[in-house]
């Protein structure tokens, strides 16, 4: 019986494991989604929301201005308590992953200043008002070609929406007449 066995093993050894779900989350992070099968998105579902809501839970010092803060008891709170948090949080996420911005440029993301300073600020409100969690979500997309598994995407919510423009589309269409002009 497997009462109170949490987790799936994926045909994994556990570092193997966990070093593809550190990289699944640190890719979620970066990309705010990511298409994996339906049982890795369940399980890195898990392991993305304690790491946001470790980072939403320091709530209004997640966004004060520690220069503004007078009382110095005050102030190496604060700095304190951003501190621990974010060195949980760096324990399971890789420090830094590479972003192609466009063909030409390439930059490095660390992903504990972006989950701290662009992600959690999102969601510190949707905290207060008791909706504590929730902060990802599951599109199933099909059956992958090969093996039949089936795919989804994990998203966090209220990602920026990456709809493709009609100036694209057109590019794609101009590559292909001129591969067929050549052919």
């Known amino acids: 019986m497997r009462h109170l066995k949490s987790g799936r093993k994926f045909g994994r050894n556990p570092s193997h494991r966990r070093a593809m779900f ?12 990511i298409r994996t099968t339906d049982a890795k998105a369940k399980e890195l579902r898990r392991i993305v929301e304690r790491l946001i809501t ?12 520690i220069g503004k803060i007078n009382d110095e008891q005050e102030r190496e709170r604060v700095i304190a308590k951003r501190t621990h948090a974010q060195r949980e949080v760096a324990k399971y996420l890789p420090k830094t992953l590479t ?21 959690a600020p999102r969601f510190v409100d949707r905290a207060k008002e ?36 009609a100036s694209v589309v057109e590019d ?12």
């Open 22 to 33: 550190r990289n699944l989350a640190g890719n979620l992070v970066l990309h705010e989604r």
């Open 54 to 65: 470790r980072a939403v839970r320091l709530g209004d010092d997640l966004t004060v201005d």
């Open 99 to 119: 972003r192609t911005v466009d063909e030409m440029t390439v930059e490095d993301v660390n992903l504990v200043h972006k989950l701290f300073h662009e992600i």
């Open 130 to 165: 008791g909706n504590g969690g929730g902060y990802t979500r599951i599109v199933k997309l099909g059956r992958r070609t090969g093996d039949n598994a089936p795919l989804s995407i994990i998203e966090l919510v209220g990602a920026p929406e990456f709809v493709q423009t």
């Open 172 to 183: 794609e269409e101009e590559e292909v007449e001129g591969d067929d002009a050549e052919a």
